[in-house]
T-cell receptor, first 111, second 114 residues
Framework: EDQVTQSPEALRLQEGESSSLNCSYT??????LFWYRQDPGKGPEFLFT???AGEEKEKERLKATLTKKESFLHITAPKPEDSATYLC????????????FGSGTQLTVLP | DSGVTQTPKHLITATGQRVTLRCSPR?????VYWYQQSLDQGLQFLIQ???????AKGNILERFSAQQFPDLHSELNLSSLELGDSALYFC?????????????FGPGTRLLVL
């Protein structure tokens, strides 16, 4: 079964304290890796799509990278408004053929 | 704002009842997906429609059904509701049906079954 695992479950940072969130996945058949941000009670907001190992994408203080086994979401000098749950999802070839979401990392940035 | 709209925002109903959730995809998107998000299960894929046809099924209960209409809006019907059906229900849309397409999510419908 295709699985996507995110760590840590929760992360508290001081404003300006850079860190990374991890998303590991079933190695076989990954066709795309997606990152979303979700605020409480809101719909997931699309951030990045990565398709191949070595690919990197950036948006403001966020940078997503992809290796053959995992993806990282690097947050540089975070601000309190970056506080949210970050979800990653994988699209795998095979029977499911739909996005499989991880359980998310709840990020809190303290002022 | 993703461009995906969902109504209603909130829904409170009783066990055994039936409700209908509505979703309008982004302009130009032909594919609609439904997801359920509960505290203990995370975001779970339910069903996908593309241009009116069912394309993929996930963990959707037999009490749940969906359809996509010619104007591409979609409805998710939940019947014989149970307490455990209380959750956030999201609709997402993408341009085509192929896997790997970026999905854009709506604001969700919060369902509370009492």
């Amino acid at each position: 079964e295709d699985q996507v695992t995110q760590s840590p479950e929760a992360l508290r940072l001081q404003e300006g304290e850079s860190s990374s969130l991890n998303c590991s996945y079933t190695v076989s058949g990954l066709r795309g890796l997606f990152w979303y941000r979700q605020d409480p009670g809101k719909g997931p907001e699309f951030l990045f799509t990565l398709y191949s190992a070595g690919e990197e994408k950036e948006k403001e203080r966020l940078k997503a990278t992809l290796t053959k086994k995992e993806s990282f979401l690097h947050i540089t000098a975070p601000k309190p408004e970056d506080s949210a749950t970050y979800l990653c999802a994988g699209y795998f070839s095979g029977s499911a053929r739909q996005l499989t979401f991880g359980s998310g990392t709840q990020l809190t940035v303290l002022p | 704002d993703s461009g995906v709209t969902q109504t209603p925002k909130h829904l409170i109903t009783a066990t055994g009842q039936r409700v209908t959730l509505r979703c309008s995809p982004r302009s130009g998107d032909l594919s609609v997906y439904w997801y359920q998000q509960s505290l203990d299960q995370g975001l779970q894929f339910l069903i996908q429609y593309y241009n009116g046809e069912e394309r993929a099924k996930g963990n959707i209960l037999e009490r749940f059904s969906a359809q996509q209409f010619p104007d591409l809006h979609s409805e998710l019907n939940l019947s014989s509701l149970e307490l455990g059906d209380s959750a956030l229900y999201f609709c997402a849309s993408s341009t085509h049906f192929q896997g790997g397409q970026t999905q854009y999510f709506g604001p969700g419908t919060r369902l509370l079954v009492l």
